[in-house]
């Protein structure tokens, strides 16, 4: 059941219009403030019987200040009252309380929806996913090679394990090939290599520095959807430079290479107990979501489409938590067991004008959601170390390698001693209850 309220108020001579949205249930709120000389807005509403619901916005989106709540309800005919405090460089106004009554829309056609894909883990369907096998690194200097061994991708009681090992547990390693051999990805592991990149199908120990020290799973769905939802029950590991993801990249590549095409991280994590970044804890407390977008790597307009979420009590590998995208052409949101981590309201001028970026608009054949407008596969992996670990952060332990190093695998795998205590067991695996791709 869907309703829409616009309201209107003016601090004069400034004017602000804001809307109220329910779609179903939860409840979605949405502010939008178009004065460029406003610092901030607090925007408060409670429903008829209910709590005062209150938030202070400090960021625009596409020129707009937006605010979602997405635990509010409020029933067909329902009155809810609410104020605006617009906080400008040299004062603050503050309307006074209004009320409004909720009348609901005209009923409209419900949108056809298919399950194109779900998998409950009571087996591991290999023929359901592309299997990378790779020691490529990721694009981000990781420190794993991505095996199809029943070691690092394996199901068991219902959930699939993708789990990070040591290298030298593997039989066709020791330490001094490690440090001094070579690594064929096709003949010592997979009997296909997917990614030859940095030699990424066959590399050499050499300069000092050591093979990949760690092997781990990463799989890809053969099916995509365009708009929809995907859902995945989860639990994510624990131990230092442990980095689990779901996410999504384009099936066709349809406006180039990455990130001109698009990605969509549902959920990533840094699975130290600590990671300090300027005075704001990024650890295992907290899992993130990201739009990646650009004309090119260094032209990225993430940063504009980022969220997280802090974990109240205990952290996010505590237990498993279900985390959903729902996708459609107006908008892309991500929440874990229904709390919003990132929303983004399709910029009305396009995502490129929304970038800023300079030149021709790579998306002008698509819609204003362009590059989100094309097919979309699913990939589930763990990576170890890499640049998602930022040397400007402090760490419950030293972060074992430094940057602009050519030995940062060597570095990391010297002092093993430091991190190799907070990987137990099954702990450290990403294990993963079920997934489902619902195709609006």
């Known amino acids: 059941f869907t309703l829409i309220v616009a309201l209107f108020f003016c601090l004069n001579p400034f004017q602000i219009t804001f809307c109220v949205v329910e779609k179903r249930f939860p409840f979605d709120r949405a502010l939008f403030a178009h004065e460029s000389s406003l610092l901030g807005v607090k925007f408060e509403v409670q429903p008829e019987g209910q709590k005062i619901y ?42 006074d309380w209004k009320t409004h009554e909720v009348e609901p829309l005209k009923p409209v056609r419900s949108m056809k929806r298919a399950v194109v894909f779900r998998d409950d883990y009571n087996s591991f369907n290999q023929g359901s996913y592309s299997i990378e096998c790779s020691a490529w690194g990721g694009g981000n200097n990781e420190f794993q090679v991505y095996t199809n061994q029943g070691k690092n991708l394996f199901s068991r009681g219902g959930h699939l394990y993708i789990k990070p090992t040591l290298t030298i547990d593997d039989p066709h390693y020791d330490s001094n090939r490690l440090y001094h051999g070579r690594m064929i990805v096709k003949d010592d592991f997979c009997g296909y290599c997917s990614q030859s990149t940095n ?9 000092g520095n ?17 708009y929809g939802t995907v859902t995945v029950r989860a639990k994510i590991p624990r131990g230092d430079w442990i980095w689990p993801a779901i996410w999504m990249l384009p099936k066709d590549w349809h406006y180039g290479g990455w990130p001109r095409s698009g990605e969509i991280d549902l959920m990533e994590a840094r699975c130290n107990a600590k990671v300090n970044c300027g005075g704001n804890d990024h650890g295992v407390g907290e899992v993130a979501s990201t739009l990646h977008w650009g004309p090119s790597p260094s ?36 929440t874990v067991d229904g709390q919003q981590i990132m929303y983004v309201g399709t910029p009305g001028n396009g995502f490129y004008n929304y970038g800023g970026f300079g030149g021709s608009n790579i998306w002008a054949s698509g819609g204003n959601n362009a590059p989100f407008d094309q097919p979309f596969q699913l990939i589930m992996n763990v990576a170890v170390g890499g ?17 602009g190093s050519n030995k940062q695998m060597r570095e990391f795998w010297d002092r093993r001693g430091e991190w190799l205590s907070t990987w137990h067991g099954d702990n450290v695996a990403m294990q993963i209850d079920y997934v489902e791709m619902v195709q609006a």
């Open 54 to 95: 209150k938030e202070f916005i400090e960021h625009t989106l596409d020129g707009a200040w937006e605010f979602h709540l997405p635990e509010v309800k409020i029933a067909p005919g329902g009155k809810l009252r609410y104020r605006l405090t617009a906080y400008f460089e040299n004062n603050i106004e503050e309307s």
């Open 210 to 226: 050591v093979l990949n020290p760690i092997m781990s799973g990463k799989v890809t769905t053969h099916a995509s959807i365009r």
């Open 199 to 207: 030699w990424g199908c066959d590399r050499t120990a050499v300069n």
């Open 387 to 403: 640049g998602f670990f930022s040397s400007g952060c402090s760490y419950n332990h030293p972060r074992p390698w430094n940057d």
């Open 299 to 334: 032209q990225n307009g993430f940063m504009k489409t980022h969220g997280e979420k802090d974990k109240n009590g205990g952290d996010w590998a505590d237990g498993f938590h279900i985390y959903k995208l729902e996708w459609y052409a107006d908008h892309i949101r991500v």
